[in-house]
């Protein structure tokens, strides 16, 4: 249990908070370059500021405040120049800097422009994403994990806007029994109602120990369930959870647009064969999966689903001095733990010392520890009885119920292709859209249940 003070102080991103400071140090992923193509500038809410990115006709990325700093239009609506954006209402010109490049209503020979700046903040791409980092300087480097770099797979991204805080969703990842119940009896009871049969439910391994152990980059969570031993891999690498805001393979990034929304950035990437026709990065699919059905309940018969509708039902700031938290909690305990003691390293004057990046050699490829490296993410589904499966808005018109409708929709994929299931209905679009001959599914696995609820 937490008092209120302690709840705010570890939740609360606004610019001067202690998490907000914390939070500045950190690269976080606002959009895809793909998003950019679509639509040169985009509004983005981040750490508690509404911002906007924009990408100019030479190429430049931008992130800028979102209010012109004459009278206060929004800048969402401006025009891309060559060299930066340009305020649709009275002309002014901004480049990536913050810089005010022209006030074209002013005398030729005025120097006010010069006194002007708009708050404007460090963006780079990478792996298709861009990432904004709002801290002070010098900035440190953009981690280059492996699964940004990795080549040749197929990558998409699925974003989702939570009203709830950032926080909620972190110490998610550090629950692992939840996924018993959560993902487990929980969901077997949404399938029920959905009509499904008995043999499409899934088991439900009991978790006999969890364990958690810092390590250089975050957390690395261990778990003995069903008939595995301290032997297997679930205990012996585990599974990584990256500070402050990653949940890694499946890559989960929860980025605090402010104290009460978290933008869910769901960057999937599944390794493919040589030859297989994967989007270039500039060309990333992207996807806005609802969270609400019509009648305004959560989608709960899928895993991704039944986790949003678990931290979004703990209010827009769940109230931890009300909470009782007991021995299982204890990957929780730890996480907040390791949160205050980097804020206080940040409170000092001193920089984090957990997953933070400077020296360029270090930063390559960054390989992570993962309990399914060197199986196909996706072997897990061999717990299940009946592979899951989901799809992004967009795939396809059949989206309730969920899961049962991408099951069939999954099932000619080729047999490779043992994935996570977001990706499975991206990728089986993809292909199909790009005459990639589907084996037929008699030779097919399936879409699996992937380590979405990990
Ligand atoms: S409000 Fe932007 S130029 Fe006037
Ligand atoms: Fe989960």
């Known amino acids: 249990m937490l008092t209120e003070r302690e709840n705010l102080r570890l939740t609360q991103v606004g610019r001067g908070t202690p998490m907000g400071n914390l939070m500045r140090r950190y690269w976080h992923p606002i959009a895809t370059v793909s998003q950019l193509r679509d639509e040169p500038v985009l509004k983005v809410r981040l750490l508690g500021e509404d911002l906007v990115l924009y990408q100019d006709r030479s190429g430049q990325l931008g992130l800028i405040q979102q209010a012109c700093p004459h009278r206060r239009i929004s800048l969402e609506y401006g025009i891309p120049e060559e060299h930066g954006l340009r305020c649709p209402y009275h002309g002014w010109l901004f480049e ?38 709002m801290g002070p300087e010098p900035a440190p480097l953009l981690p280059r994990w492996e699964w940004l770099v990795d080549e040749p797979a197929y990558r998409q991204v699925n974003f989702i806007e939570l009203p709830c805080n950032w926080l909620q969703c972190m110490e998610n990842s550090l629950d692992p029994t ?163 003691e980097q804020m206080d390293r940040v409170a000092q004057g001193l920089e984090p010392t957990i997953n933070f990046f400077r020296d360029p050699e270090q930063n390559v490829r960054i390989e992570l520890p993962h309990e399914s490296k060197g199986v196909a993410i996706g072997l897990k589904s061999t717990r299940l009885t009946q592979g899951t499966a989901t799809s992004g808005a967009g795939i396809g018109p059949a989206w309730q119920p969920a899961e049962m409708a991408m099951r069939r929709a999954l099932a000619p994929l080729p047999p490779w292709l043992n994935t996570e299931p977001w990706a499975g209905a991206g990728l089986r679009h993809w292909l199909g859209a790009h005459d990639y001959p589907l084996p037929e599914p008699s030779e097919t696995r399936g879409g699996g249940h992937g380590a979405a609820g990990r």
């Open 96 to 133: 990536e800097t913050g810089r005010c490049l022209e006030t074209p209503a002013e005398a030729p020979d005025s120097t006010f422009k010069d006194r002007i700046r708009a708050d404007a903040y460090r963006v780079e791409a990478l792996g298709g994403l861009v990432f904004a980092y």
């Open 178 to 340: 939840h996924t018993e119940w959560l993902h487990g009896h929980f969901a077997n009871y949404a399938y029920e109602r959905k009509g499904a049969a008995r043999e499409q439910l899934r088991t439900i391994p009991h978790h006999s120990r969890i364990g958690f152990d810092v390590f250089e980059y975050g957390i690395i969570k261990r778990r003995v369930q069903g008939d595995e031993t301290e032997e297997d891999a679930d205990w012996r690498i585990g599974h990584p959870v990256l500070f402050p805001n990653i949940l890694s393979t499946p890559n989960q990034f929860r980025v605090p647009m402010d104290d009460t929304h978290t933008l869910h950035v769901d960057y999937v990437v599944t390794k493919v064969p040589p030859g297989v026709p994967v989007p270039a990065l500039k060309d990333l699919p992207y996807y806005y999966p609802p969270l609400l059905d019509e009648r305004g309940k959560h989608i709960t018969d899928y895993t991704f689903g039944q986790d949003y509708m678990a931290w979004v039902t703990q209010g827009p700031l769940a109230e931890r001095h009300k909470e009782k938290l007991a021995e299982s909690d204890k990957g929780i305990i730890l996480y907040r733990r390791l949160l205050r």
